[in-house]
């Protein structure tokens, strides 16, 4: 089946510095959809890609889709306490079957 | 504020019990799923709902059953609990298929 795989599992950074995450599917995705689970919550919609090669901010974070629509990538600009979770990448197959998960990457900021 | 509401927090459940987790949400969704997580397993698809009355397997379905009679209520049911389903259970809800998920607050389930 499908499988959706995410590297680091673990990211320690100082406040201040940049982190990415990156993703990847076995299979082609209709979308990408990012997460951010905080330490004792539960996951949080954060933003969905649907085009080839599309690039979305949201102020610090900026994502990315990939051409063959298998990855996709989260960057972070300059690292804040705020940041700490872990994120989550995930995606339907084509035909919109229900979301399959990455194992997710556990951000750690340093103050 | 829309909502994803999971009956409990907490639960602790003896081996061999049926347990219902109960979900309910007020955005008048079409879909609803059913997720366990664990630590270094991720999220995994229990069961999910694309519409009242309908259900479909998930990834990982056995020892698991659920009910969905209204839309905005989607059920998961362990028949006979064991300790290997002690577990953080998320209920989910989208508005269409292929968009995005607005989780609960989940629900820890301890079966000892």
């Known amino acids: 089946g499908q499988q959706v795989m995410q590297i680091p599992q673990y990211q320690h950074v100082q406040e201040g510095e940049d982190f990415t995450t990156y993703c990847n599917s076995s299979t082609t995705l209709s979308n990408i959809q990012w997460y951010k689970q905080r330490p004792g919550g539960h996951p949080v919609f954060l933003i969905q890609l649907v085009k080839s090669g599309e690039v979305k901010k949201q102020k610090r974070l900026t994502f990315q889709f990939g051409e063959a629509k298998k990855n996709s990538s989260l960057h972070i600009t300059a690292t804040q306490t705020t940041d700490v979770g872990t994120y989550f990448c995930?995606?339907?197959?084509?035909?919109?079957?229900?979301?399959?998960f990455g194992k997710g990457t556990r951000l750690s900021v340093i103050a | 504020d829309v909502k994803v509401t999971q009956s409990s927090r907490y639960l602790v459940k003896r081996t061999g019990e049926k347990v219902f987790l109960e979900c309910v949400q007020d955005?008048?969704?079409?879909?609803m799923f059913w997720y366990r997580q664990d630590p270094g397993l991720g999220l995994r698809l229990i069961y999910f709902?694309?519409?009242?009355?309908?259900?479909e397997k998930g990834d990982i379905p056995e020892g698991y059953s659920v009910s969905r009679e209204k839309k905005e209520r989607f059920s998961l049911i362990l028949e006979s609990a064991s300790t290997n389903q002690t577990s953080m259970y998320l209920c989910?809800?989208?508005?269409?298929?292929?968009?995005?998920?607005?989780f609960g607050s989940g629900t820890r389930l301890t079966v000892v």
């Open positions: 995930a995606g339907p197959a084509l035909g919109n079957t229900p979301l399959v």
């Open positions: 709902s694309y519409d009242v009355k309908m259900k």
């Open positions: 955005m008048d969704h079409e879909n």
């Open positions: 989910a809800s989208s508005i269409r298929r292929g968009y995005g998920y607005t």
